[in-house]
């Protein structure tokens, strides 16, 4: 268990700046995760926090003490590969027990005790029936399952996994996720977790960081990550289906985005809207209605795009006499529009996220 | 009715051409590349007054004769022995340190890899030839002219290009995934190498063995030049050495050319187990 620090670190190859200059705070027994779309560096991140690469400049501190110089095995840290990364060669039990066999001068652990640990490991991931078997012989869970058991085992300061779950099916995926999460509340081990599944990250972590380009567009609590992204990239990247971004500007009392009006309150920083806008509409605040209903803020459209997801129906549709603004909203259950219906598109008294057109960062007066 | 079954006939004449066909090209390819050893095993078990003589193709009387003068009354057997120490020191010392070498190139951090292959690539490029009066040169001052240790090195220093590159792609293939895992899990590159390189690259460490073993076996030339009596000689060499002042003795050649091929065709048979890849099946991905 450690608080994990990252002073200004950054690492190029050549001179590309995969990581110009990360500068965040993990705490004592969080489970973190970061999250951003392919490429983002986030992968670069993780090495340098085993170990397996060194940065450019900046330094990683494990409870105040520098490691960015050590080798991997002198950080105490433990890593789940995507690909698992079994010793193909070995047994489970062998997976399990080669931590502890690599380690066990600087430990002490004789035979009998590292049989011990892998039997308490085994038992708590369900691996006891399955120790002399070889990894081709398991299952994508199961592996997955030995994977963590190999990183569990040690008991390390900072657990890191890079994309754990992205070679399960579906529900496997589900399960895993929760199993993972009962695992973090009892163990308490600070874990870092990159996943471009910015679902997963929700769901899964305490914190987490959005990183796009190398560059942390945001640090915070999943659901303030929802409700107040802090730019317009986080915006768009979190949630799925996701925010409808539209180009708005203010007119008077109401935000005008293309035939969409919405009214809003006069407040101190209202000059913050003089300038060109970004306006921000979760889809699941965008009621999609029959025609015949009408009423304030509400437009007509035509549908272009239906996405059954259970408990409605995620509905694309183009505005009216608009160029080219393409609104998603959520269809009602008793409410099946089909492509190229005329529908109601009404924003309602949902909150608008706002964001400065040029700089696409936040206006927190709105 | 009729129709179908002259479907079915025709369907038979297809296959069976097609079987010949197949059969033929196997035949022909095994002729050529098998002809001259059939051959020289004939010649080997023929009378010495059949030896140049056509016909027989095939001899009426078998003899045993030239196998035991090629055994036992000729340096052969020494040179085998001979030739079996040079070829395994040359192999030892050709994967250990090609092993180390290509772990090295396709693992570590070091900069400049490609210009490192390339050097190492042409360093094979040299024709035997050219540096085989300096290389004499060089053993006579170190005081290992006609020793089996000047020939061995020569040759595992020779076949190290190959090793390395063999091994190199070879390392490359098995996942970095799996070198990061062991790092993290507290090994030390050495460590990591002995203990998850070296378990799975076993069928290309076979492979690259099975070569330089082979080629060491078949080396002419610098165990020619470096040796100089039948202490140090290797067995192509013995046989090259076989004509006499006033004959050239065939049969003995052939029995001798077969008796040293023997060696290095079991131990092909033997490898071709080992060859056999697949050994990293399951490690990644499901």
Known sequence: ??????????????????????????????????????????????????????????????????????????????????????????????????PLEVTKRRHGFDRRRIEEEVQKVAGFLGLGPL??????????GQRQRV?????????????????????????????????????????????????????????????LVVFNRGEVQQIDHPHEIYARPANVFVAGFMGYPPMNLLDAHRENQTLQAGPLGLPFSETRSSH????????????????????????EETVSGVVRLVEPAGAGMWVTVDLHDAQDITVIGLAEVDFVPNVGDMV?????RSPVHLFDRATGQRIHSA | MSEAMDGRRHDKVRTLRQISLKVGIVLSVGLFCLGPILWQAVTSVKLDQDLVRIPPIFPEQLTLS???????????????????????????????????????LARLPIAGKPIILGLVLSTSMFPPIAVISPLYLLMRELGLRDTLMAVGLTHAVYSLPLAVWL????????????YYAARVDGCTPLRALLTIFFPLARPGLAVAALLVFIFSWNEFMFALTLTASDSARTAPVAIALFPGLYEIPWGDIAAASLVVTLPVGALAILFQRHIVAGLTAGSVKG
């Open chain 1, 147 to 207: 994977a963590l058991g190999r990183a569990l085992i040690r008991k390390p300061r900072v657990f890191l996994m890079d994309e754990p779950l992205s070679n399960l099916d579906a529900k496997l995926r589900g399960a895993m996720r929760a199993e993972l999460r009962r695992l973090h509340e009892e163990l308490k081990i600070t874990t870092i977790y990159v996943t471009h599944d910015q679902t997963e990250a929700m769901t899964l972590a305490d914190r």
């Open chain 2, 167 to 178: 091994l190199t792609s070879f390392f490359r293939q098995l996942p970095a995934e799996l």
């Open chain 1, 131 to 140: 120790l002399d078997r070889k990894p081709r012989e398991l299952s994508g």
């Open chain 1, 344 to 348: 109601s598109v009404s924003v309602g």
């Open chain 1, 1 to 98: 268990m450690a608080e994990v620090r990252l002073d200004h670190l950054s690492k190029r190859y050549g001179t590309t700046h995969v990581l110009p200059d990360v500068t965040l705070t993990i705490n004592e027994g969080e489970l973190f995760a970061i999250v951003g779309p392919s490429g983002c560096g986030k992968s670069t991140l993780l090495n340098l926090l085993a170990g397996l690469d060194q940065p450019t400049s900046g330094r990683i501190l494990f409870d105040g003490d520098d490691v960015t110089g050590l080798e991997p095995r002198e950080r105490d840290i433990a890593l789940v590969f995507q690909s698992y990364a079994l010793y193909p060669h070995m047994t489970v039990r062998g997976n399990l027990a080669f």
């Open chain 1, 272 to 295: 913050l809207l003089d300038q060109p806008l970004t306006m921000g509409i979760r889809p699941e605040a965008v009621a999609i209605t029959p025609t015949a209903v009408t009423g």
């Open chain 2, 66 to 104: 030239h196998y035991e003068r090629v055994l036992f009354g000729s340096p052969i057997a020494q040179s085998l022995m001979n030739s079996l120490v040079v070829a395994a020191s040359a192999t030892v010392i050709s994967i250990v340190v090609g092993t180390f070498c290509a772990f090295a």
